[in-house]
């Protein structure tokens, strides 16, 4: 079947055979490789986008629910520079591997879009579905809570 | 008056700084290419048909079914295996295929290229593969007694005879805990269409991946070339081959070029754990808290197959007593082979699991004294020019053991309840039933290649139009190799503008290995002494005295612009080597190691003891890193390490039964969140290592090897229960 829905503020279609999730449409039919594939249970949060305003695991999303909604990528969340989020993240060394990256980078634009100026617990808590095995979650905290002090 | 002296300008971004990783930007883009995300017209995609045994014979491979799969290019076995079809890291022990039996859960047996992944998956799984199940060999003393080992290894240092006034026994045990990179093993595979393959795949060294290949299918070294490319995390998961032999199989039968990615489950049994342990101490005091003797037998389960079981019983064995001073040792070390899952390297390579042990084990002497548990170690605590209590080898590197005590104990205790209660958002727990712990450890490794291997690296510094590029092997692994490189080369040359580019194994000598704490030293030795010697010829060359991004001054003039020496094609290419180490003697005497690193770790706990709950406070850390590189990036290796040690502690454990992985999936391999992260606190004592470049010790283990039993020895304070074993499971701690 077709899918149609709007992708970082596109239209697109793609062709969805079966019970793809909306990840493996994302890499393999529309080449957006940014979302990343790790565990393929929801438990990792790598491959988060943000689906019609909230942010999921697009590994847990079958492609054919996609149909008519709005997807935003980390493709979709900055243009030629970097977003104050990705740009605080690089500052504080949030990134070592990267492989968490995108996701984190999709949750947390999310938060600081919803609630501009969260406390150091709603950074926690909105980043407690995604994993990142190599920075122990000190540099992406302080990164966050730079931004959360700051301008707003 | 006095003459003006031009003073050398400082170079922007030079060691000592933090300038902003250069795959930073692409990577918080979602630009930076992995290899999950390499893609070549064309491409077929590969899958692996696996063994449901832990032991068994293969009575017979029937692949009709498979091959008759639409969409299936191939479908390879051991019959299709050219060459001895024999890897290994260390001893080529393992088949590429299995062809008549089976020794371990999951082992690879057929392997299949298709055109898109399902055709692949499905193709595999319909392999017809008839097994005559065998009863694995499993508990690794059984092992032991039936003598199926790869390594053995005791340790006999002063009097046996001595006794101690008093005298501590216990028995401990370490779990199988998993690297979990978060990116799965990937690759892809290119023919060249002359009879040679272009491999990019996760790697933590590529040069050993191109020889096993190469040695396992009796091809040419030339006909093989291994990239670096994108690595999502290693941890010791990316030193063993896996899938790169199965791809260049593949790509050279279809003609094609081959794609594979491990998914989740098949990632935990496509790369080897950490070894779980059995160790067994005695240790003998004097009544004030002096040690004199140690006595410790260590038995690792390696596994099915070799990998580097020899290596990390020998490191769990050599640092089996911890950073003290203590005359009389002996050590038993056992590394067994069993049909349980292959275990080799992760990050603390052996030295994590026997801090575990002799830490607990300093913990219950102190108990025993009615002394401080730092007052004792400090009391014993091993210093520069001492003796490693097990090598007997003199510490030549500095070594501040009692510098890390004292600094972590001044650093304040938290006060107050933490905001996060045991049991996170469960919120089972009630805030009257909490009761505090706090724990210490202390724990010492070497870094770099020991026991006399040759232990180098190779790197090209060149002048162009780009600035100074390094070239090398060495594999960025998240790590910021790619950002320490670059700063060494600024410095060493005094040219602001340097990049670092990874080139394959046919442009380069090896780089060694990513792991053992080794390549900032051992890469970064060599990208040092290449600058530095390119610096002296180019300023010999034009008779400047001086050599900055402007060109070549003498006297204060610029004789040679930048342009001029980039047109002159200036490089220098440099093999680095640390001082030489040898084999053990036959008690295990040598000069083993070629340089040691120190970490403190206290762990401050909040535990429900009736609900067996535990939340990491905090884990605040001295450590000796030498000199201060990258400070961003040494806070990154210690935030992070600390958090791999916390999740052995208190969740991180792969169960195995009867040689079957039963949680291989990131629902029931528990990793530690950011709700998990306990604050950190650290100090970072510099005192420069005797030969690394700039002063540098390698930083990245020391974290992980005793925040473990920090956290263990906290638990146990708060519940005043004795804990023998990580991770400490909730039925531990309330049953």
Redesign the interface.
Same mark, same amino acid.
């Given at each position: 079947m077709i899918v149609e829905f709007r992708l970082n503020g596109e239209d697109v279609n793609a062709r969805v055979v079966g019970p793809t999730s909306l990840l493996d449409v994302l890499?393999d039919e529309l080449g957006?490789?940014?979302?990343?594939?790790?565990?393929?249970?929801g438990?990792?949060g790598?491959c988060s986008v943000v689906l019609d305003g909230e942010v999921v695991c697009s590994c847990l999303v079958m492609a054919a629910d996609a149909e008519g909604s709005e997807v935003t990528?980390?493709?979709g969340l900055?243009t030629d520079g970097?977003n104050p989020i990705?740009e605080a993240?690089?500052?504080?060394?949030a990134?070592?591997?990267?492989?968490?990256?995108?996701g984190i980078?999709v949750a947390a634009t999310e938060l600081f879009r919803v609630n501009p100026s969260p406390t150091?617990?709603e950074i926690?808590?909105a980043?407690?579905?995604?994993?990142?095995?190599?920075?122990?979650?000190?540099?992406?905290?302080r990164a966050l809570e730079s931004l959360s002090g700051g301008e707003q | 008056m006095t003459t003006p002296t031009r003073t050398r300008p400082t170079v922007t971004s030079g060691i000592g700084d933090?300038p902003?990783?250069p795959?930073?930007?692409p990577?918080?883009?979602?630009?930076?290419?992995?290899a999950?995300?390499l893609w070549s017209e064309g491409m077929l995609w590969g899958a692996t048909t696996r063994s449901p045994h832990a032991r068994a014979r293969i009575v017979s491979i029937d692949i009709g079914p498979a091959l008759a799969t639409g969409g299936v290019h191939a479908v390879l076995t051991a019959d299709d295996v050219p060459g001895p079809g024999m890897f290994g890291l260390e001893h080529p022990d393992q088949p590429v295929l299995a062809s008549d039996e089976i020794n371990y859960w999951g082992e690879p047996v057929a392997i299949v290229a298709a055109e898109d992944p399902d055709t692949a998956r499905r193709a595999a799984a319909a392999v017809v593969v008839e097994y005559e199940a065998l009863p694995p060999l499993t508990d690794p003393e059984e092992a032991d007694r039936a003598d199926s080992v790869f390594r053995r290894l005791q340790i006999r240092s002063g009097d046996q005879e001595v006794t101690g006034e008093v005298v501590v026994e216990g028995y401990y045990e370490v779990g199988t805990q998993d690297q %979990?990179?978060?990116?799965?093993e990937a690759g892809l595979a290119v023919p060249d269409g002359s009879g040679g393959v272009d491999l990019y795949a996760t790697s933590q060294f590529v040069h050993a991946d191109q020889s096993q290949v190469v040695e396992a299918l009796g091809l040419r070294p030339e006909q093989v070339r291994s990239h670096p490319t994108g690595?999502?995390? %290693?941890?010791g998961a990316r030193e063993d081959v896996n899938l790169h032999i199965h791809l260049v199989m593949l790509a050279l039968h279809t003609g094609q070029p081959v794609k594979m990615?491990y998914?989740?489950s098949e990632s935990f049994t496509g790369h080897v754990h950490r070894h779980p342990a059995r160790m067994w101490y005695r240790h003998h005091a004097t009544r004030d808290g002096k040690l004199v003797r140690v006595e410790a037998k260590i038995l690792l389960d390696g596994g099915a197959y070799a990998s580097t079981t020899s290596a990390v019983l020998a490191n769990a064995c050599y640092f089996a007593v911890g950073p003290y001073r203590v005359d009389s040792v002996l050590v038993e070390g056992i590394g067994v082979k069993t049909n349980n899952p292959p275990c080799g390297a992760m990050r603390g390579f052996g030295a994590v699991q026997s801090n575990f042990g002799y830490e607990s084990q300093m913990d219950r002497l102190a108990a025993e004294l009615g002394m401080d548990p730092l007052e004792l170690r400090r009391r014993n605590a091993l210093a520069t020019g001492d003796r490693n209590p097990t090598t007997q080898q003199v510490i030549q590197t500095p070594l501040p053991v009692a510098e890390c005590i004292d600094s972590l104990a001044a650093i304040p205790l938290p006060d107050g309840d933490d905001?996060?209660l045991p049991g996170g958002?469960g919120l089972t727990t009630d805030r009257s039933h909490i009761v505090r712990g706090v724990g210490y450890s202390v724990g010492i490794k070497n870094l770099g290649f020991s026991e006399g291997s040759d232990d180098y690296a190779e790197a090209r510094v060149r002048l162009t139009d780009e600035g100074a590029v390094v070239e090398t092997a060495a594999i960025e692994?998240?790590?910021?190799l790619v950002t320490v490189l670059a700063q060494m080369a600024r410095t060493a040359l005094g040219i602001s503008k340097a990049i670092v580019r990874h080139v394959d194994t046919s442009r380069i000598g090896s780089a060694g290995s990513t792991s053992a704490s080794r390549q900032t030293q051992i890469s970064g030795g060599a990208v040092m002494e290449a600058s530095r010697r390119l610096r002296e010829r180019i300023l010999a060359h034009h008779g400047g005295d001086e050599l900055d991004d402007l060109g070549v001054h003498r006297a204060g003039e610029l004789i040679a612009p930048m342009s001029e020496l980039i047109r002159e094609g200036w490089e220098e290419t440099y093999t680095f080597r640390h001082p030489p180490t040898t084999p053990p003697d036959d008690d295990g005497h040598g000069d083993i190691h070629a340089d040691f690193a120190i970490a403190a770790h206290r762990a401050v706990v909040d535990v429900d003891p009736e609900l067996g709950l535990v939340r990491v406070v905090r884990v605040d850390t001295a450590q000796d890193v030498g000199r201060v590189l990258n400070p961003?990036?040494v806070?990154?290796q210690i935030?992070?390490?600390?958090?791999?040690g916390v999740g052995l502690a208190v969740m991180e454990e792969l169960v195995i039964q009867d040689g079957v992985i039963r949680n291989p999936?990131?629902?029931d391999y528990l990793?530690?969140?950011?709700?998990d992260?306990p604050?950190?606190e650290m100090l970072l004592i510099e005192q420069g290592s005797w030969w690394g470049p700039f002063g540098a010790k390698g930083v990245g283990e020391p974290p992980t090897i005793s925040s473990t039993a920090a956290v263990a020895a906290a638990i146990r304070n708060a519940i005043g229960r004795d804990l023998n074993r990580v991770p400490v499971r909730p039925e531990d701690i309330a049953l």
């Open positions: 890499r957006l490789f940014g979302s990343k594939s790790a565990c393929a249970q438990e990792c790598s990528t980390v493709e900055s970097l990705q993240m690089l500052r504080s060394g990134v070592q591997c990267g492989f968490c990256t995108p980078v150091r617990i926690k808590e980043l407690a579905g995604n994993i990142c095995r190599c920075t122990g979650y000190g540099a992406i905290i | 933090s902003l990783r795959d930073g930007v990577k918080l883009k979602g630009e930076f290419q992995y999950q995300d %979990a990179p978060l990116g799965t690595v999502g995390g %290693a941890f990615v998914q989740r905001p996060i958002s692994v998240g790590q910021g961003v990036s806070q990154g935030e992070g390490g600390i958090m791999q999936n990131f629902t990793l530690p969140t950011i709700l992260a604050d950190v």
